[in-house]
Structures are given as C-alpha cells and as structure tokens.
C-alpha cells in the first residue's frame, strides 16, 4: 500500500530461508528476516532479524536488529541491538542501545550512538559532550 510521501507500507516482512543464497545487495522499506546466507550489503528501514542458522557476510543498516546468527562486517543499528547467545559478530557495532545475552560471541569496535527524536543518529564524532549541540 502506498503513502501519500511515495514510500511503501514498511509492514512488509521478506524472509530469506534455510538453504538459500543471495550474493548481492538488499535495500528494503520492511522487516527482514534471514536464516540463509547473504553475500552483500542489507539495508532497511525496518527490522533485520538474523535467524541461527543465517549468515551475513558484508555491511547491515537497520532500525533495530536481533542476530542470533552470524554476521560478518559492519553492523549500524539506529535504536536497538540485540544479540543472542548463538550470535557471532566479525565486525564494528554503530548502534545507541546494545543488549547482549552471555555466550554472544563478538570480535571489532563498538560505538553507542544517542539518537534524536526523529530517529536519525547524532553525529558522532567523539568530542561533543551530552546536552550540547552542534
């Protein structure tokens, strides 16, 4: 269903299952659920849910994120990220909430973001502190 501003309705949920392999990139409005293997760059604007048998080589741009499986690269998440116990994460974390459970294997850097309130991250780039604005 279209929105007057042209987007498309973002309740739209893809999945791409067991068994199945994508090289390439992805960029979506919805909901993204993975339990294969993607070779390339996902983006959306929605949730990318990383099921335990799905792995993902290349860059993930989401809203919020739940990866139990693995994930290799970089990960920007704009509220909440969660990783599960099975996860596995080659890779930096850009995000402004993190939740790990124990067992959550995790390799790189990671940045916590605060958000503003339309949900686009700050700028962050190190030297402003809390309550100033740029």
């Known amino acids: 269903m279209a929105k007057n501003n042209g987007e498309t309705d973002n309740t739209t ?20 659920r993975i339990d294969g293997t993607l070779n390339g760059t996902l983006i959306t604007k929605g949730k ?10 290349g860059e993930v741009t989401c809203k919020n994120s739940e990866i139990a499986g693995s994930v290799e690269g970089k990960v920007t998440v704009n509220h909440l990220l969660n990783l599960k116990a099975s996860s596995t ?3 930096d974390i850009v995000t402004s909430k993190l939740a790990i459970e124990p067992g959550a294997r995790f390799t ?11 949900g686009e991250s700050l700028n962050s780039g190190g030297t402003e502190k809390p309550g100033e604005k740029k």
Request: glycine share 18%; charged share 20%.
């Open 13 to 32: 949920i893809n999945l791409i299952s067991q068994g199945t392999e994508i090289t390439g990139d992805i960029k979506s409005t919805g909901d993204i």
């Open 48 to 57: 990318v849910v990383i099921g335990p048998a799905g792995k993902i080589k």
């Open 89 to 91: 994460i080659f890779g």
């Open 108 to 118: 790189g850097t990671c940045k916590m973001n605060d958000t503003q309130g339309n």
